[in-house]
């Protein structure tokens, strides 16, 4: 067999070549894959299972020849940027280290497909150097310098990477553009590549680099949330302060209008029972001085009576019989009124009780006047003035059914005093004297009254968590589910609750919709 040279070095070539782009294709691919796993050990936290405190920690002491944590920190970089674009555009992007200028764009996607999209036109696979050129046109860097000071960077010929740790160790570059801050140089290399480096990274002698210390691009964004959520609680406080103290000073305020309120109309109450009794007191006196006059005009005709019986005893009666018959009867007489009632005593120490009991008192001296004379007419007028049957028995009842109405009428206001009265509270004393309820219900005041009809439709009708309720919150598992808190404002879906607990703290109140809530019972 013949050996031709030509064939061999053709036939080389072409294996060579294969197998070296196949090489860098797996590289590239490797490099995406090494990505997910690495996301996949921080996300997991499988770290901790090999005995590292932190995923950085991890980086470091098992990645330290592979460029540890800031070559970990490239790669999500790179990952970030493909996942942000459109599934058309990643196949643009070969490597990791070609998404360094593409970084700053991801906060704008549509910029950053802009970017991609551009440089994919003048080839099909750009280079890092194409997709920074692109990167320019679409988002271009401003300078920035102020009056009267240095600028933040200075150019130079050359620069030299001598940290181990960078992907471009031992590498040199040139600084042909400004720095877009003080701590990194936008470094030139000489395959056309611009990257972003740290100051503390570079070696140039004639240039004095910063060398203040540089937070990596997630830093400072958490730095940035960390400052903004720190902002929102400053203003959350405040404003909870600011409705603490206005709710203490409304509560202050309610408080003392409340106290004022309530001495008034304790002033007014007190004042209209004592015009009530003076009334008693007049009418009393009024009906007393009639029954005084009457009387002397009964114990006058009595007298006047004795008088002619004596003058005229032959005329008038027939014999000396009749005559004693007739003082006989007016003894009588005197007897029975005797045992009624002694209106004079009444007219020096009038009765004590309220005008009901002076009626009593007149009805029952008119029953035992009409049982001692047998007169039916002092009986119906006894009847009449004590609301009963003219008879006997139905006036003794009536008579001891309004020797309760002072009683009655005592205990049915001793329990409306209460704060917080309910109807069965009320009930339970009312029913004991259900008989005479036209009476006390009578001498009650209008206020009263109406008291007792709010309670009595109030336990009528389902109870409903408003303005004034005492509630708890309704979930078992909530500290607030046993402290004892009052609704102060109803907006509407919500309640504003003032919680008993919260009174010596900044917040006070809080919000809580309706079905939140229960009403609050003593353990």
Not at 291 to 301: G, K, M, P, T, V
Request: net charge negative; aromatic share 6%.
């Amino acid at each position: 067999m013949d050996y031709n040279p030509g064939t061999t070095s053709l036939l080389d070539y072409g294996v060579v070549n294969t197998s070296i782009q196949e090489t860098f294709t797996a590289i590239d691919r490797f490099e995406w894959q090494a990505s997910d796993e690495l996301r996949l050990m921080r996300d997991k936290g499988y770290y901790e299972d090999g005995g590292h405190k932190s995923f950085e920690a991890y980086c470091e002491s098992e990645l330290t020849k592979h460029g540890g944590y800031r070559r970990v920190k490239d790669l999500f970089a790179a990952k970030r940027v493909v996942d942000t674009l459109p599934e058309e555009l990643r196949p643009h992007i070969t490597k990791p280290s070609q998404t360094r200028s593409l970084l700053r764009l991801v906060k704008t996607p549509d910029k950053l497909e802009q970017a991609v999209a551009i440089a994919a036109k003048e080839k099909p696979f750009p280079t890092a150097a194409d997709f920074a050129k692109a990167v320019q046109q679409v988002a271009p860097t401003k300078k920035r310098a102020t009056k009267g000071e240095n600028p933040k960077t200075q150019l130079c010929n050359s620069v030299t990477v001598l940290s181990p740790e960078h992907p471009r160790y031992g590498e040199s570059g040139v600084i042909e553009a400004d720095a877009p801050n003080r701590w990194q140089q936008i470094v030139t290399f000489p395959d056309g590549e611009r990257l972003l480096v740290n100051n503390a990274d570079l070696d140039a002698p004639s240039v004095p680099f910063p060398r203040e210390q540089n937070y990596p691009p997630e830093y400072t964004e958490a730095i940035a949330q960390i400052k903004e959520q720190h902002q929102q609680e400053l203003e959350r406080l405040s404003n909870e302060l600011r409705i603490g103290l206005k709710s203490e000073a409304s509560d202050r305020a309610e408080e003392q209008a409340k106290e004022q309120i309530q001495s008034l109309q304790n002033l007014y109450k007190h004042q209209k029972e004592q015009n009530i009794q003076l009334q008693q007191r007049l009418d009393e006196m009024e009906g007393l001085r009639k029954l005084e006059i009457e009387n002397q005009q009964l114990h006058q005709r009595i007298q006047e009576l004795e008088h002619a019986v004596e003058e005229r005893p032959s005329q008038q009666w027939g014999n000396t019989m009749t005559q004693q018959a007739s003082k006989a009867l007016n003894k009588q007489v005197k007897q029975a009124l005797e045992k009624t009632i002694d209106l004079r005593s009444l007219a020096h120490e009038p009765p004590k009780e309220n005008a009901q009991e002076c009626l009593r008192l007149m009805g029952m001296a008119l029953k035992n006047l009409a049982s001692a004379m047998n007169n039916a007419q002092a009986l119906e007028a006894a009847a009449i003035i004590l609301g009963s049957e003219p008879t006997p028995t139905a006036i003794a009842y009536r008579a001891e059914q309004l020797e309760m109405l002072p009683q009655a009428v005592s205990e049915i206001r001793a329990v409306l005093a209460k704060p917080r009265c309910t109807w069965q509270e009320f009930w339970d004393v009312a029913q004991e004297y259900e008989v005479i309820k036209q009476d006390y219900w009578a001498e009650l005041t209008t206020q009263e009254t109406d008291l007792i009809t709010a309670l009595q439709n109030a336990s009528s009708q389902p109870d409903t968590i408003g303005v004034g309720s005492i509630v708890s919150h309704a979930d078992p598992y909530r500290t607030l589910y046993v402290e004892r808190g009052e609704v102060v404002e109803d907006l509407g879906e919500e309640l504003v609750v003032a919680w008993d607990c919260w009174k010596e703290q900044s917040k006070k109140t809080d919000r809580y919709f309706r079905d939140e809530l229960r009403f609050w019972q003593p353990q």
